[in-house]
């Protein structure tokens, strides 16, 4: 872990990026903003009860001195952000309607960072994935081009780093929904300073097996390769389908697919469902002593992060780091 956030601090050295933590009531977010404001890498903008967030500070012994803390329904910034939010949604809410709204510490939190008060919000410790990225798709939405936004783990062992993806978002995936994925997660992983060379998973390596599903992944190879060559992305491999040891074991991919780019190789790893790629990540997990990063958010306009909650204060703190990174692309 720390050789990818050591890169990431040099890049944010001095940078001072404005990250919104909204859950500062929870003590693992309060304390990882303390950590954070301690740096010169993030500025953190803690949301929440002001009294509630003064006395968990007393108690833990936190000092909070110098971070920014708003509570949403008093704020002086709430009048303008609930027109501008109004303005946004294009009447699909009312005044009324975001008035409530806004005293939600995710709304208000992505309000600022459409309204460029704001770089980037990291929250989940307290809330649903619903909960976070519900605003985040009907506020900064995404980006030209990208249908659907995604969610990706950073696994890091040692000097091992990869990327599984979608592992946090879209429960239905069509053809043309993994072949974004593939994309935007080579991009994700080329913004980190990767050389992505992308696996589409199955449960068949070129054609060994054949059914709706497989032939699906077969599809998405294609149209993922296409739009590589299309958007002229240099440096970016992506090929299947393969079963995952095919596309990690060089021993097993020159027996399983010998013409294959990819020789067991890869590093970023798309799965071909929901099911499979939250199933793989807490394997990788629990079992291959990995730590598993985000999910880290793809395709916004601007960078929205999901915690788990079952999250630690490094977990916060990382993930605050990596979406700072995030907003300098």
């Known amino acids: 872990m720390s050789s990818l956030l ?23 977010v309060l304390s990882a903003a303390v950590e954070l404001q301690a740096s010169d890498y993030v500025q953190p903008i803690v949301l929440g009860n002001e009294a509630n967030i003064q006395s968990l500070a007393s108690e833990k012994g936190l000092n909070i001195e110098g971070i920014e803390v708003i509570q949403p329904d008093t704020s002086d910034l709430k009048a303008d952000l609930v027109a501008k939010f109004v303005e946004r949604r294009k009447g699909k809410a009312t005044e009324e309607q975001a008035q409530e709204l806004l005293n939600n510490v995710n709304y208000f939190g992505t309000m600022l960072v459409y309204t460029g008060q704001a770089d980037g919000l990291v929250s989940g410790a307290a ?6 990225v519900r605003p985040a798709l009907q506020i900064i ?12 783990f950073f696994m890091i062992k040692d000097d ?10 879209n429960p239905e995936l069509v053809a043309q929904d993994l072949a ?16 992505p060379r992308v696996a589409m998973l199955s449960f068949s390596t070129k054609g060994s097996a054949k059914s709706d599903d497989t032939e699906k992944v077969s599809e998405a190879v294609k149209l ?9 992305l240099s440096n970016v491999v992506i090929d299947g389908e393969f079963q995952f040891d095919a596309a990690m074991v060089p021993e097993v991919a020159q027996k399983k697919a010998p013409g294959a780019q990819i020789q067991g190789d890869a590093n970023v790893f798309i799965f071909p469902s929901l099911e499979a790629g939250n199933i793989g ?29 079952g999250c630690s204060t490094e977990d916060v703190y990382n993930l605050s780091i990596i979406t700072a990174a995030q907003s300098l692309q």
């Open 281 to 309: 990540y807490k394997i990788a997990q629990r079992l291959g002593g990995f730590d598993a990063v985000g999910p880290v958010l793809q395709g916004l306009n601007s960078p929205v992060n999901d915690l788990s909650r």
């Open 6 to 28: 050591d890169v990431l601090k040099d890049k944010l050295s001095g940078k001072n990026v404005r990250i919104v933590l909204p859950e500062g009531e929870d003590e693992r």
């Open 141 to 152: 939405k995404t980006k030209p081009g990208v249908s659907k936004t995604s969610g990706v």
């Open 224 to 232: 993922a390769q296409d739009k590589i060559e299309a958007d002229q």
């Open 127 to 132: 809330h649903s994935t619903a909960d976070t």
């Open 160 to 169: 091992k780093q990869y990327i599984f993806g979608d592992c946090a978002i």
């Open 180 to 195: 974004e994925i593939a994309v935007e997660s080579a991009k994700t992983a080329q913004s980190f300073g990767m050389n």
